[in-house]
Each structure stands twice: as C-alpha cells, then as structure tokens.
C-alpha cells in the first residue's frame, strides 16, 4: 500500500531582501506538493520570478506569485495566507480511470536520474522568514511531469494570433491573462485554429459555464476577469490532450480577440511531457 508523508525541508538559502531565495530539495523522494510558509502574507506577496528546477532546467515558471496563486485557484486548490503551495500530483487528472501520477521522482537512474531539483524566487522587500514542507510518497523514478512556460506577448486591439510557442508536450490547458489591472476585461474571445480550420470558439461566459461543469474536477472560478483559459481536459481524460509535436507541422495557433491594446499580456502553456522533451 502507498504511503504518503509529510516532511520538512531544510535546504533553504537566506530568504532577505532583494536576493534570490533557493530550496534544494534532497533526492530519492517523489514530490507531491511543496508548501512554503512566510511569516506574512505580505511577504510572499513580495516574491516574483517563481521557478522550478529539475537538473538546471525550468518546469515551471511564473512571473509573479499571483499567477501560482491563479493556477492553484483554477485547478481547485484552496490558498491559505501566509502559505504558497506547489502543487505536482494533479490528481484529478486520469487515464483509464486511474490516477496518472505526476509526482516528481527523484529516485531513478540513467536517462532518469535527477541530480538536483530547485525551487527558487526573487525577493522584494521582505522582512521575515520562510519554512518549506513537502508531501512525498513512495520513491519513483522521473516520469511524465506537468510543464508551465509563461512568455509574453503584446497584443493590439482586434485580432492577434499566437503561434510562437514552444512545440513539446501535451497540451493541457493555455491560459490568457490581461498584462494590465486585475479589473481589465480585455479579452473577448479566443479561438483555437488547426490547419487552418476553427476547432474551438466561444464567447468568455461560455467557457467559464464549461470550465464550471469540467469533471472530475470543475475549474476554480477565477474572480479577476483579466483571465481567459483554454482547457483541453475537461472530463480529466489524457485523451483530451493536443501533442505539440505533431502539430509542429499544421497550422496550429491561438487567435485572440483584444478590446484594447496590451503589452504585457502573460501566455501560461501547461503542458505534460518528459524532463527531455518527449
């Protein structure tokens, strides 16, 4: 039987104002979730550039720390003040009925083996101090893991098609998200386009009603209307997913429809696939 277990961790680097904070987390665990505790919610406020290291490469990224806070939110995870938690085993995600597992396992060898696995941020202003935590389970070797690549992009009014983002992986979901204040409702519509042809294209409400009535798990409802997401796994099924890879070849693209001009919108692809690209 499984067992799952709650340990600290203590290789955390100083956690000061304006420097780089780093969580080396030891090896021969699998991860499923990292919480961090700061001693004010003002503090974790304060952090940005969030990353996630496996062997000196990036799997997730998030510019500011309300864009972790905004997937914990979409993937029904609740947030607690003080507290920023890493969520790696989404399980509600499954394949044949049985949970796919996407825990970080450290324990393999060969073309599986982790040498180092990070968590680090850039700090603001910050006056207290910060505890780590993870939820580990049984040891594993690395397997398919849940990918967030955020770039921007700037936008103009009307319409703006997105095709250059990285081609790995299974898609999971795109989320769209305003470069501007928390209360722009800038995005209208999003279609998705294959070889030329409307595959997905509904109006913002739609989608949240869909988002709303996704199983096994609906999605957060996200208060900010700068937000616009694009899931392809709504009933929780693999099968949901768009390989990148393939589409490399067809005419695969995002065709947004702004009210207004924008920057800074922040592109999040969440994808699933192998530590090597696969």
């Not at 961790?9 to 990292?34: C, E, K, Q, R």
């Not at 616009?228 to 067809?250: I, K, M, T, W, Y």
Request: proline share 4%; charged share 20%; with cysteine.
């Amino acid at each position: 039987m499984a067992s799952t277990n709650m340990i600290t961790v203590p290789a955390i680097s100083a956690f000061s104002a304006n420097i780089t904070t780093t969580t080396s987390m030891s090896l021969g665990n699998t991860y499923d979730d990292i919480y961090f505790e700061f001693s004010t919610e003002t503090d974790r406020d304060k952090i940005e550039n969030i990353q996630v290291l496996i062997n000196g490469k990036t799997i997730r990224s998030y510019k500011a720390v309300q864009d972790l806070l905004d997937e914990n939110t979409y993937f029904g995870y609740a947030d607690n003040n003080g507290y920023l938690a890493i969520h790696f085993d989404q399980e509600w995600l499954r394949q044949l009925n049985e949970v796919k597992s996407l825990g970080i396992g450290t324990a393999g060898s060969g073309s599986q083996a982790v040498s180092t696995f990070n968590i680090r941020w850039d700090n603001g202003a910050v006056s207290g101090n910060v505890k780590c935590w993870a939820k580990i389970s049984e040891p594993k070797a690395l397997g398919p893991i849940l990918f967030n690549r955020q770039f921007p992009k700037n936008v103009v009014q009307g319409i703006n098609d997105i095709a250059d983002f990285p081609r790995q992986g299974n898609l999971v979901a795109a989320i769209f998200k305003d470069g501007g204040s928390a209360a722009t409702d800038n995005i209208s519509n999003v279609e998705v386009i294959r070889a030329n042809k409307t595959i997905f294209n509904v109006p913002k409400k739609l989608n949240q009603r869909l988002l709303k009535a996704a199983i096994p798990r609906p999605r957060g409802f996200l208060s900010s209307p700068d937000i616009f997401p694009v899931d392809n796994c709504l009933d929780g099924s693999l099968s949901g997913f768009v390989d990148l890879r393939r589409e490399a070849a067809n005419d695969f693209r995002f065709r947004i429809t702004a009210k207004g001009a924008d920057s800074a919108m922040v592109v999040s692809l969440l994808t699933v696939n192998s530590l090597q690209g696969g």
